[in-house]
């Protein structure tokens, strides 16, 4: 099942996708959808009729709860970066004023030189859990989304914390669609295949299998430090290829376009924009 959120002349609408063609759910974005208990056995029972074609794509969850975003977890990256394989998830987090529609322009802030980016898969919550186990964190996720997690590298060196070079106000493509486990080869520990293309030239390429906590690790331990509820996102982290790690490094620029996909979910297709123009 698919669900995604859009946007109508009315507010944003949640809805269920089936092929080309939607029905709303009758919530106004995929966060709140997920609240409801049944909702799974709800989205089922309804037919999509509608076209799809030309609906405005909001974030699949536009403003989560929280978005916990999860740093050095692909192999390759954490090596490109010149780092060890961590023992723990290294944890950052996300605003939501960061996140962007599939489709919508990605800010290029004027106090940075040094856009990146990040390619990842999310993790979106479709229960409450805390201090879950191994099957309860599985069983507490609804499904997989694309994101792109955009970063500022010259404010996020700035200092040890990193939040104030990866939450820049509209930077964040998230979308276009929730998956839920069933259709993903590998269920709740998917195994897809992602990549990043900047103006066409691919520029990262990846299996899940190249992550270091899956998507039911990073669950259960994040939470064991705060509960977890419906709609929450988990950022699960980049493979190598970011701007950054080059020699010299590459960054985005104004009129860039940078494609994000994901097997089995989707993907975004967003144009850098300079603020200042």
Request: hydrophobic share 40%.
């Amino acid at each position: 099942m698919k669900l995604a959120t859009l946007r109508t002349a009315e507010g944003t609408r949640a809805v269920r996708v089936e092929g080309d063609r939607y029905a709303e759910l009758g919530a106004p974005h995929v966060g709140a959808w997920l609240s409801q208990e049944d909702w799974r056995a709800r989205a089922e029972a309804i037919t999509p009729e509608r076209p799809l074609a030309g609906a405005d794509l909001a974030p699949v969850v536009p403003r989560p709860g929280k978005i916990l975003c999860v740093g050095l977890n692909y192999r390759t990256h954490i090596l490109e970066m010149g780092r060890e394989l961590p023992r723990h998830p290294t944890l950052f987090a996300k605003f939501p004023e960061a996140l962007i529609g599939p489709a919508d322009p990605i800010a290029l802030p004027p106090e940075s030189d040094a856009v990146d980016w990040e390619a990842e898969l999310a993790v979106v919550l479709g229960a409450t859990v805390r201090r879950a186990s191994e099957a309860e964190a599985a069983g507490a996720i609804a499904g997989f989304s694309v994101l792109n997690d955009i970063t500022t590298r010259d404010w996020q060196y700035r200092s040890p914390e990193w939040l104030q070079g990866k939450t820049f106000e509209g930077t964040t493509p998230f979308g276009p669609y929730l998956v839920t486990p069933d259709e993903l080869p590998g269920g709740t520990r998917p195994a897809l295949d992602l990549s990043c293309s900047v103006d066409g030239e691919q520029v990262q390429k990846a299996g899940t299998d190249d992550l270091v906590f899956d998507p039911v690790e990073l669950v259960r331990y994040a939470s064991t430090i705060v509960t977890l509820r419906p709609g929450d996102v988990i950022a699960t982290g980049t493979p190598g290829g970011v701007g950054h790690a080059r020699k010299p490094p590459r960054y985005l620029s104004d009129g860039v376009r940078v494609v994000t996909e994901i097997s089995g979910l989707g993907r975004l297709e967003n144009v850098a924009r300079d603020e200042r123009a």
